[in-house]
Structure formats: C-alpha cells, structure tokens
C-alpha cells in the first residue's frame, strides 16, 4: 500500500478555500486516492475519491496531477464546521472496497471566525 | 449513503472484564468489515479484516487471544476485548463495504475506557 504524506494541521478563516495537498510518491497503477473527513469522536466520513485529473462533488474537488504522486483536495468557502481531520488514503480498487485502509497521519484543519 | 451503528457508543468497564463491541450495517450487506483502533490525538489503526463466516485477519501486533472477532452475518461484526486493562481503553471503530464495492462506511465508534 503507498504511503501518504500530508501537513500535520492547517488553520483556515471561514470564507475561505483551503487546499490539502497529499504526496503520494510510491502510487500504483491500480491506486485509487481518498479523501475521508473525521469529527471528534466520529468515525471518518468519506469526502471524495479519484484516480486521475478533477473530480468534483458538492463537498469538495479533488485536484490530482498526471504523474498521480500527490493530489489535493480543495474545499470551497469553508465554515467552522468544517473543522475536522482530514485523510487522505491510497488503495487498490474503485472506493477501495474490499481492501483495508490504511491511515496516515491526516491533516487538522482549524478554521476560525 | 449506507449506514453503519455501533453498539455500544461508549462503555467503561473495570480491568480484567471483557468487553462486546457490535458493528451493524443497517441498509447494506458487509461482506467485509474492518476494526480500527484509534488512541487520542492519533490516527486510525486498523486491528483486523473479517468476512462473513470466516476467521479474521489479524494485523501484526494484535493479539487475536485478545480481541476476538465474531462475523457471524453479512450485517453483523463484534469484537469482544478479553480481560480488558488501562491499556486498551481507545476508541474503537468499524467499517463495512458493499458486496457492490461502493465505498467502504464507517460506524461512529465506540469510546472504550477502563479502569
């Protein structure tokens, strides 16, 4: 499974985009990137998920580039409540279903009034 | 989107006593369903795989003596933790995904604190 690198946490004003950047430097061909957000005391809520170029829902857009060694998740005009963990994992398959996930670190996102 | 409960949502216990956990997908059938353990400020480990109706597997590290895992249907998991000690209170989660292969859902976790 490919490693993922991401900030240690990030602090944002209410309004704002904010973009998380993951390298992923060791992605595999049949590597699948996604992005789940985590509340405290939750568990993780799945965001958004890509394999190549732009990938867009009503949450956020997931950014990644043609060598698929980093991707960004980008969320538009972000509120307090989108204070939150944010991880982004790499695995095999669509959704990475039937595949266990592996966590990295996740980025802390504090957004602030 | 599918829903996955968890059951219960927190529980204290004593040392030494053990401890059922129970992981429900409720609208979907979870072939495979996963547990996590999560410590404060950290991030997800994953404990063990299970399917339905066969042994789990277990990740390096984790004493499957320990934490027994139960997959008995394609909507139910427990992890039951064995003569618990201080050391085992965590948060612990699970997921499920979809015999589709449509995501994989997580339940809202279960704050285990003994004492």
């Known amino acids: 499974l490919a490693k993922t690198t991401q900030p240690v946490s990030m602090d944002s004003y209410e309004g704002q985009e904010v973009n998380i950047t993951c390298s992923h430097n060791n992605i595999a061909t049949n590597d699948y990137i996604t992005w789940y957000q985590q509340f405290p005391s939750q568990g993780p809520r799945f965001i958004i998920q890509?394999?190549?170029t732009k990938v867009t829902n009503e949450v956020a857009s997931l950014f990644i580039p043609a060598d698929r060694k980093s991707s960004t998740l980008s969320l538009p005009r972000v509120s307090l409540s989108d204070t939150a963990v944010y991880y982004c994992?790499?695995?095999?398959?669509?959704?990475?279903?039937?595949?266990?996930?592996?966590f990295g670190g996740g980025t802390r996102l504090m957004v602030k009034p | 989107g599918a829903v996955v409960s968890q059951h219960p949502s927190r529980v204290i216990c004593k040392s030494g006593t053990s401890v059922k956990i129970e992981c429900r997908s409720l609208d979907f059938q979870a072939t495979t369903m996963f547990w996590y353990r999560q410590f404060p400020k950290q991030s997800l480990m994953l404990m063990a795989t299970s399917n339905e109706g066969s042994k789990a597997t277990y990740e390096q590290g984790v004493e499957k003596d320990k934490f027994l895992i139960n997959h008995a249907s394609l909507t139910l998991s427990t992890l039951t933790v064995t003569s618990a000690h201080p050391e085992d209170s965590s948060f612990y989660i699970c997921s499920g995904d979809s015999p589709t292969g449509n995501e994989q859902f997580f339940g809202p976790g279960t704050r285990l604190t003994v004492l």
């Open positions: 890509g394999y190549k």
């Open positions: 994992l790499v695995g095999e398959g669509a959704n990475n279903a039937g595949n266990m996930l592996t």
